[in-house]
């Protein structure tokens, strides 16, 4: 019986191995083949994306004629955040991770396992910055008016909205920064659904240089060096 249950559990183990590496292989190769190589829009507008590492948030203007993005996630939800600060970072994910790892050293295997699973919820974080620095980790990119239009129904339908139509607020004091808030999302996470990938998504939706699927950073910000 015990060099049965061996066999099956080598044989059991060896499978998720292969699948693991199933999985990271065509995470890989669709990182690495571009939807909307060549975008030829006129450059009416900047949108940036910033990356912490790990983590992809889309960034716009804060106020501009299309949207006043301070009229839903308000400044007082904010620690510090005001008028002065002209732009706004947006991100999608899961919601525990979110509140309970502002750190990475706060990473424990439940939240991540939870996390992964695609059975808890998701929230938008949202920061706000007075100004916006080009960089390895921050790249510029100009769309045109009628495609961030695009961009923001394609942010706001990740939104959940109560019956009046008005963001949730995320109900923690948890802060990362003196100008961000948590909303209340739509979805959940998993292995084929990351915050990459929502931000992936929101390049695709307004016709920008994008990944087939990326669970990572690494691949968005491949297309933008």
């Known amino acids: 019986m015990n060099k ?8 059991c183990l060896i499978v998720f191995i ?5 999985y990271f292989i065509t995470a890989f190769c669709c990182s690495r083949i571009t939807i909307n190589a060549h975008p030829s829009n006129p450059r009416e507008l900047a ?21 006043n993005w301070t009229k839903e996630i ?7 955040a005001d008028s002065t600060y002209q732009y706004l970072a947006m991100g999608w994910g899961d919601k525990k991770f979110y509140l309970e790892t502002p750190e990475f050293s706060d990473l424990k295997l439940s939240n991540g396992l ?4 695609g059975l808890s919820t998701s929230a938008m974080h949202t920061t706000y910055y007075k100004n916006i620095q080009e960089d390895a980790n921050c790249r510029k990119i100009m769309i045109s008016k009628t495609q961030y239009q695009q961009l923001i129904r394609y942010i706001l339908n990740s939104f959940k909205k109560d019956v009046a139509e008005h963001l949730i607020t995320v109900k923690s004091n948890i802060h990362y920064d003196i100008g961000d808030a948590f909303y209340e999302a739509k979805g959940s996470y998993s292995i ?10 929101a390049l695709k939706s307004c016709g920008q240089r994008s990944c087939l699927w990326t669970i ?6 491949l297309k933008y060096r």
């Open 74 to 80: 308000t400044y007082k939800n904010t620690l510090e």
């Open 114 to 117: 939870r996390a992964i699973s």
């Open 18 to 22: 292969t699948l693991i590496g199933i």
């Open 192 to 201: 084929f659904k990351t915050c990459n990938t929502w931000a992936n998504a």
């Open 4 to 11: 049965r249950f061996l066999k099956i559990s080598g044989k």
């Open 216 to 221: 990572f950073d690494t691949g968005i910000f």
């Open 47 to 67: 949108i940036y994306i910033m990356t912490n590492g790990v983590h992809t948030d889309i960034v716009v203007p804060a106020v501009s004629d299309e949207i």
